[in-house]
């Protein structure tokens, strides 16, 4: 089975395990095609980072229009599907977007089973041309992915008729997200964010929690983006700069390190009229970890958690400040989440078991006409 995968994500090493254990799949002859950096928008520059390559071919393709989510594309695509010739072409991206459309017309040219992954998960209808390109990605999908039910209920009432899998797009390696070897000392008692500094990831909200808590309760926050300047203000505005440590994004391979240096991880998203939380993949890196997770109710977040973690009213400040501090409060319902949590990375979402789930999607897709 020639599989061929499109990705920018894939720029990312962690990800990349992903892709070795699909390739160690019976009969996989697996390409992975990626830009050699990607810009995301509101963060900044992601480098190509080489950890997890053994087992496949890692093709770097040039991106132009690099960092618009709708209109980027490859010059440099329509070579590579010739050379490879996939049976299956995996499409990374959201069925409205101009690299999809013009993957997809290079897979149906050379007769692949095309699939793509959409994480959109409020109802929208896309003008020219984007509707042009949704409306031939459905057409000729042989399968599709979605993130969250919500994206698979949207895919549906756009029109799509094929099979459609719900599956997060990439799991954590257990090895590397693991509990520390040694229980944290009680105090400082240290709550995280890592992630994107803009603000529909409620990073405001976390820091006005703190601001409520007792003087020994300190803030980590790792990641760059559009709104350090004003989070910055906000630290010495609320007297909080002896608590707060504010570090630049690290490497995906460092952030297990940072994670273990947790009591807490707090994903506060807050909902806007153009977005909602559509995963949260930091979440399931913090339980592989056994950190307990505390997360607001926007999109996907209580269904990722689950039970193993707590969730508040998203911008409820009030309602975040009480859960930090049942966790601060009851070491035991810490420990309780942590090992919940854990158990239900190695249930659901290891790389293994996604790259299984995918593989069986691709061999679905080979055995339907």
């Known amino acids: ?55 496949y071919q890692l093709a ?3 991106m132009w229009l690099n960092g618009h989510f709708h209109l980027h594309f490859y010059p440099g695509l329509k070579r590579l599907v010739e050379l490879i010739q996939p049976d299956v072409f995996h499409i990374d ?40 390109f949704e409306r031939y990605t459905l057409k000729h999908a042989a399968a599709a992915i979605a993130g969250s039910h919500e994206a698979a209920a949207i895919i549906e009432r756009h029109g799509y008729q094929g099979p459609i899998h ?26 995280g964010y890592f992630g994107r500094m803009i603000e529909p990831k409620g990073v405001l909200d976390l820091l006005e929690a703190v601001a409520q808590l007792p003087p020994h309760i300190h803030l980590l926050l790792v990641g760059d983006g559009d709104l350090l300047p004003r989070i910055e203000e906000r630290v010495d505005e609320l007297q909080l700069r002896a608590r707060v440590e504010i570090k630049p994004r690290v490497p995906s391979g460092a952030v297990a390190d940072e ?9 506060p998203s807050r909902t806007t009229p153009r977005w909602k ?54 070491p035991d319902v810490r420990r309780e989440l942590g090992l919940k949590g854990r158990q239900r990375v190695l249930d659901h979402y290891t790389q293994r078991a996604l790259a299984k789930q995918y593989y069986d999607v691709y061999c679905q897709m080979l055995a339907t006409r």
């Open 1 to 55: 089975m020639k599989i061929l995968m499109l990705s920018k994500a894939l720029v990312v090493g962690t990800y990349q395990r992903k892709a070795e254990e699909l390739a160690a799949l019976p009969d996989v002859e697996l390409t992975v095609a990626v830009p050699p950096v990607w810009h995301e928008p509101g963060a900044g520059p992601v480098q190509l980072e080489r950890r997890h390559t053994v087992g």
């Open 60 to 62: 770097v393709l040039p």
């Open 93 to 132: 991206e959201e069925s409205f977007n101009f690299a999809t459309f013009q993957a997809m017309q290079l897979g149906v040219q050379h007769r692949a089973k095309c699939c793509f992954y959409n994480w959109a998960n409020i109802e929208r209808r896309y003008p020219p041309p984007f509707s042009t």
């Open 166 to 191: 719900v599956l997060p797009q990439f799991g954590v390696d257990p090895a590397l997200f693991q509990p520390a070897a040694e229980p944290l000392p009680a105090t400082p008692f240290q709550v």
């Open 259 to 267: 994670m273990r240096r947790l009591h807490a991880f707090v994903l």
């Open 277 to 330: 939380e559509q995963f949260g993949r930091v979440l399931i890196e913090a339980m592989a970890s056994g950190v307990p997770p505390i997360g607001s109710d926007s999109g996907e977040i209580p269904h990722v958690i689950g039970d193993a973690g707590l969730i508040f009213h998203e911008g409820d400040v009030a309602d975040l400040a009480e859960k930090i501090r049942t966790l601060v409060d009851r």
